[in-house]
């Protein structure tokens, strides 16, 4: 029995450890965009806390300024439901799935609702007034 304690605590730790936390069924697309965060086409992201919709991704990528140097970017199906996807409530104060009631934080973590993963999120590097968005 002393055998198969270290054994079976191996396996926990492998099982606790892997790659999920993004939330099971969300495809893996190949994602490699660039946006200018000054854009005409862009102008809710000149201001903190605006957002923009993007077509690429899964379901599609919403990016948000959190302030002049940082943006972050995730993907908009809902780690819930898949089929389903995010966007900002009409109170532009947090992110949700009205499929099934999930509601997100802008930093794309929960905060009510059936889902207890957060948003999907890209990387994002700012070079000046362009963003690239990676997976």
């Known amino acids: 029995m002393s055998r198969l304690l270290p054994l079976l605590l191996l396996l926990v730790f492998a099982v606790a450890c892997s790659d999920s ?3 099971p069924g969300i495809p893996n697309v190949p994602v490699s965009e660039q946006i200018n965060v000054t854009s005409l086409q ?3 992201l ?3 806390g605006g957002y923009a919709y993007l077509t690429q991704g899964y379901k599609g990528i919403i ?3 959190q302030h002049a140097n940082l943006y972050l970017a995730f993907e908009r199906a809902c780690p819930y439901n898949p ?6 409530d009409q109170s532009n104060l947090f992110i949700v799935d ?7 934080n802008f930093q794309g973590g929960v905060m009510s609702g059936p889902a207890v993963y957060g948003l999907k ?4 590097s700012l070079d000046g007034s362009i963003l690239y968005i990676t997976n």
């Open 21 to 23: 936390d993004e939330g």
């Open 42 to 44: 862009y102008p809710k």
């Open 46 to 48: 000149r201001q903190d």
């Open 63 to 65: 990016v948000v300024r």
């Open 83 to 88: 089929d389903c996807a995010v966007e900002v």
């Open 98 to 104: 009205k499929c099934c009631g999930s509601q997100f």
């Open 121 to 124: 999120q890209y990387r994002t």
